[in-house]
């Protein structure tokens, strides 16, 4: 071929090959997966197009399924297909706690310890007011409805020991306590500015036993 | 509270709370993702059910168009909703030269370099006889054949020049020269061990000028 430094070239960003729109569209949906960019997206999309059509269907179904049948548990707020949850409808539980978490990873992992055989209820969050997120968006009357049962006698704040946990669980104390309910925070075993999900089910096993009043 | 020191507690893996099948089901379809973990793959699907279940539908909906329409041009081997895609079927094109790339994204580069006005072969990966992927998972008899159109003068390989790209180039350069044509390859002004994907498009262009015969 030889050298053709002569010649003049030029280059740029338009380009005249476009992706078929159904895999553009495909690429863009991946983004609202978090954590995923642009240039993750278009591999992810390209990886199922070419080696996992099964895969790419069956996660098609997957969402759609999810979508449909997944919705809140009317009394712990997790998530349940049912209208009542599993755990809230197991009559071998200790309906007097009511355990505070903030994700249904850390309601496993507090189950997983064995050490506590009351009820739930899940935030689904932590309040950030610089991010928004209120008390409304920890759904917070349900819990002050949830606790005022006139069965449960304790409730157990088991958030995270982060900065937005310690805040949260502050404030869901302060919210209970002025309606005459007795409330418990997880013991310090729990190291500060740890997340529960990544706790030893040890530590967690003795926080909870060393639960102390707030 | 105090202290319960002295009260015995035991701890194990097995839990009694479990995720709604709904919910599990997506958590294990996400894992189809490539580079998704177990735990990425749970917390993709609580915050899809939590917070962007518009996006859950949304996504599952492009997965399974995409699945449905998109397969490979026939002529190229890309990605396209039709029997022959858009760059094919374009009668400005040079039709003397056929560039082998390894994937659209090194396609989309080289049009972006606007150096080349050509066509295009899409391997759809590099052989890597260690993963078991070998001449026909790069459809290199398609290749073969396009090449073999009798309009087709000379073929230009880009694909990468990490060691399973220069392996891929290797090959498909002897498998072409013994059926007489005229093979050439992007000049090493890409940086060894580079992926064109990351390149930018002005040394791209140089590669391109440069390129040379096999
Ligand atoms: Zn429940
Ligand atoms: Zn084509």
Redesign the interface.
Same mark, same amino acid.
């Given at each position: 071929?030889?050298?053709?430094?002569g010649?003049r070239?030029?280059?740029?960003?338009? =380009?005249?090959?476009?992706?078929?729109?159904? *895999?553009e569209?495909?690429a863009?949906?991946?983004r609202? &997966?978090? @954590?995923i960019g642009p240039k =993750?997206a278009?591999?992810?999309?390209?990886? *199922?197009?070419?080696h996992?059509?099964d895969?790419?269907? &069956?996660? @098609?179904?997957?969402?759609?399924?999810?979508?449909?049948?997944?919705h809140h548990c009317a009394l712990c707020n997790t998530?349940?297909?049912?209208e009542i949850?599993?755990?809230c409808s197991?009559p071998e539980r200790d309906a007097e706690l009511l355990c505070v978490v903030e994700?249904?990873?850390d309601?496993?992992m507090i189950?997983?310890?064995?050490?506590y055989k009351g009820l739930y209820f899940v935030l689904?969050?932590h309040l950030s007011p610089l991010d928004g997120i209120g008390p409304k968006d920890i759904h917070l009357d349900k819990l002050v409805n949830r606790a005022g049962d006139g069965i449960v006698t304790e409730v157990v704040l088991a958030t995270n020991f982060t900065n937005e946990g310690e805040a949260t669980a502050h404030y869901i104390s302060e919210t209970l306590k002025t309606r005459g309910l007795k409330v418990?925070r997880l013991a310090r075993g729990v190291p500060v500015g740890g997340e529960l999900e990544y706790v030893d089910?040890?530590t967690?096993?003795?926080a909870?036993?060393?639960?102390?009043?707030t």
């Open positions: 071929m030889g050298r053709r430094g010649r070239f030029s280059y740029g960003t338009r =380009s005249t090959v476009k992706s078929p729109s159904s *895999l569209f495909l863009e949906a991946l609202r &997966l978090p @954590g =993750s278009q591999r992810m999309a390209y990886h *199922l197009m070419q996992d059509r895969g790419a269907a &069956l996660l @098609g179904r997957a969402l759609a399924q999810a979508v449909e049948r997944i998530f349940t297909e049912a949850c599993e755990t197991d994700t249904p990873a309601q496993l189950e997983q310890t064995l050490t689904m969050g418990s089910a040890g967690i096993a003795r909870m036993l060393d639960r102390r009043a």
